[in-house]
């Protein structure tokens, strides 16, 4: 079983930045893949950026160039750094963690965090 708790959502204007974090616990995080999806209301669930175990990062075409994503394997730790941010970036972003060879028996997910681009 993996806990996986996110931080470092909020409200922010358009062009500014936000960084958020995830803590993992109770597996061997190292082995997992890591990613950042986002649920906008009324939408639906959509990939933001993936991060293996060797550090190979996937962004979605939305993301790419204005957010970053790294690993801390020794702190259980991933993180998602936001800038330029727009306000069609508003959604409540959420951390997982999934086996890369075992994704449909080891598929992990955060509460969530909010994140609103506004002015």
């Known amino acids: 079983q993996v806990q996986l708790v996110e931080s470092g959502g909020g409200l922010v204007q358009p062009g500014g930045s936000l960084r958020l974090s995830c803590v993992a616990s109770?597996?061997?995080?190292?082995?997992?893949?890591m990613g950042w999806y986002r649920q906008a209301p009324g939408g639906q669930r959509e990939l933001v950026a993936t991060i293996t175990s060797g550090g190979s990062i996937n962004y979605a075409d939305y993301v790419e160039g204005r957010f970053t994503t790294s690993r801390d394997n020794a702190k259980n730790t991933v993180s998602l750094q936001m800038n330029s941010l727009k306000p069609e970036d508003t959604a409540v972003y959420y951390c997982n963690a999934h086996h890369p060879l075992l994704s449909n028996k080891y598929n992990y997910w955060g509460q969530g965090t909010q994140v609103t681009v506004s002015s």
């Open positions: 109770g597996t061997r995080f190292s082995i997992y893949t």
